[in-house]
């Protein structure tokens, strides 16, 4: 505990996929959970039906053994605009994202890479479910 989050790429592009966006924001609010993208989205070589692989980290999963941690996930993810979209969530407290990111494993990789992307929620633009959810 108090070691300091690895350092990791973090995402300011325009074309941030609004889904992503959303989809942290309710994690956030949730869970107090911060989100990361890896994978084909991480690398920008995603085609169409590609799926979204995702890291949520947070304190709270502390609470939970692993395989129950946001089990309305699939719910969140279809308010975010997901429906029909492939969705694989991984959640890790931020302890066990410090060891999974400096190790050896497909997160460690996905950052030597450049691929392991912090989403990066501007409270300034909000998404466009927050926009609908506000009028």
Same mark, same amino acid.
Request: a negative charge; hydrophobic letters at 35%; charged letters at 30%.
């Given at each position: /505990? ?5 350092? *990791?790429? =973090? $995402? *300011?592009? =325009?074309?941030?996929? %609004? ?7 309710? /994690? +956030? #609010? ?13 690398? #920008? *070589? ?10 949520? $980290? ?5 609470? !939970?053994?692993?395989?129950?941690? $946001? %089990? ?5 993810? +279809? !308010? ?5 979209? #492939? ?5 890790? *407290?931020?302890? @066990?994202?410090? @060891?999974? $990111? ?12 450049? @691929?392991?992307?912090?989403? +990066?929620?501007?409270? +300034? ?9 506000? =009028?």
């Amino acid at each position: /505990m108090g070691r300091r989050r690895t350092a *990791t790429a =973090v $995402v *300011t592009r =325009v074309d941030l996929d %609004p889904v992503v966006v959303c989809f942290a924001e309710l /994690m +956030q #609010g949730r869970y107090g959970a911060e989100i990361y993208a890896f994978g084909s989205r991480g690398r #920008g *070589t995603a085609r169409a039906d590609s799926d979204y692989d995702l890291v949520a $980290v947070s304190p709270s999963f502390a609470e !939970q053994r692993s395989f129950l941690r $946001v %089990p309305d996930r699939y719910d969140l993810w +279809q !308010q975010a605009g997901g429906y029909g979209l #492939g969705l694989d969530l991984h959640c890790y *407290t931020p302890d @066990e994202f410090d @060891e999974e $990111v400096e190790g050896l494993g497909y997160l460690g990789e996905a950052r030597e890479r450049g @691929e392991l992307i912090r989403i +990066q929620l501007d409270p +300034q633009e909000p998404c466009a479910l927050r926009k609908r959810l506000s =009028v």
